[in-house]
């Protein structure tokens, strides 16, 4: 299946937090859209690797998602060699997006700003037909580059080159965050607090998107940065 649009997350919920608004109102203009984790998130202070999968499948049918994978790689010590790459790569060429939204270039986790690093790294490597890897079947595949890669905004506060409206989407969004029950407030859980796990997170996902939409003159946005200048061929479709 190819995709109009990969979204690459260095855990399970990194999408969900930062980009699912994009990708439902994406999805209801009619593209199709994927996600590829990189790890099973194995260290969160709360859940466990099939804890987030069995989310990870919840958040995936609220949005609608028409493909999502895990890498399996690990979570906190991946790194961006050529290991990381070349199942990244596998993945681009299988999809063949068009666009790809990655993790924030910087932020508080490491392996954000890791993933970031991957993603620009094998879109640029999956475009070289000198590289080879193989599909499930053992078939060799294309290669393929995507056109646009965007960095989604996620804890720290980035100043975004572009905001998407989500205004109609925001309780989609919620739904989708708050299907990794695990992970967010729960007055009955007996795990661990974590930095994720208050009520004032999710207070502060809200005010994040809210903040984004108030840039843009509209009730809540999505923010993202491009390492590259980005054309028009029109002023169709600006707010």
């Given at each position: 299946?190819?995709?109009?649009?990969?979204?690459?997350?260095?855990?399970?919920?990194?999408?969900?937090?930062?980009?699912?608004?994009?990708?439902?109102?994406?999805?209801?203009?009619?593209?199709?859209?994927?996600?590829?984790?990189?790890?099973?998130?194995?260290?969160?202070?709360?859940?466990?690797?099939?804890?987030?999968?069995?989310?990870?499948?919840?958040?995936?049918?609220?949005?609608?998602?028409?493909?999502?994978?895990?890498?399996?790689?690990?979570?906190?010590?991946?790194?961006?060699?050529?290991?990381?790459?070349?199942?990244?790569?596998?993945?681009?060429?299988?999809?063949?997006?068009?666009?790809?939204?990655?993790?924030?270039?910087?932020?508080?986790?490491?392996?954000?700003?890791?993933?970031?690093?991957?993603a620009i790294d094998a879109c640029f490597l999956s475009g070289l037909r000198k590289i080879e890897t193989k599909d499930a079947d053992g078939n060799s595949?294309?290669?393929?580059?995507?056109?646009?890669?965007?960095?989604?905004?996620?804890?720290?506060?980035?100043?975004?080159?572009?905001?998407?409206?989500?205004?109609?989407?925001?309780?989609?969004?919620?739904?989708?965050?708050?299907?990794?029950?695990?992970?967010?407030?729960?007055?009955?859980?007996?795990?661990?607090?974590?930095?994720?796990?208050?009520?004032?997170?999710?207070?502060?996902?809200?005010?994040?998107?809210?903040?984004?939409?108030?840039?843009?003159?509209?009730?809540?946005?999505?923010?993202?940065?491009?390492?590259?200048?980005?054309?028009?061929?029109?002023?169709?479709?600006?707010?």
């Amino acid at each position: 299946m190819k995709l109009d649009i990969l979204v690459m997350a260095a855990h399970p919920d990194d999408a969900e937090l930062a980009c699912s608004g994009t990708i439902f109102s994406l999805i209801q203009q009619g593209k199709k859209v994927g996600i590829v984790d990189f790890t099973r998130g194995e260290l969160g202070t709360r859940g466990t690797p099939e804890i987030r999968l069995a989310e990870s499948a919840a958040a995936t049918a609220i949005l609608g998602l028409h493909a999502r994978e895990n890498l399996g790689i690990r979570d906190g010590f991946f790194r961006n060699d050529e290991e990381s790459q070349l199942k990244l790569i596998q993945v681009i060429r299988k999809y063949q997006p068009d666009i790809v939204l990655a993790n924030a270039l910087e932020d508080r986790h490491p392996d954000h700003g890791k993933g970031a690093q991957l993603a620009i790294d094998a879109c640029f490597l999956s475009g070289l037909r000198k590289i080879e890897t193989k599909d499930a079947d053992g078939n060799s595949q294309a290669a393929w580059r995507p056109k646009q890669l965007f960095h989604y905004i996620q804890d720290r506060y980035l100043e975004p080159d572009f905001v998407i409206d989500i205004s109609a989407y925001w309780e989609i969004k919620e739904q989708s965050i708050r299907a990794f029950k695990s992970q967010f407030f729960d007055p009955n859980s007996t795990e661990p607090a974590s930095y994720i796990s208050s009520p004032d997170f999710l207070e502060f996902i809200r005010a994040r998107s809210m903040e984004m939409g108030h840039k843009i003159g509209v009730k809540y946005g999505e923010g993202y940065q491009s390492q590259r200048t980005i054309g028009l061929q029109g002023f169709e479709g600006l707010i």
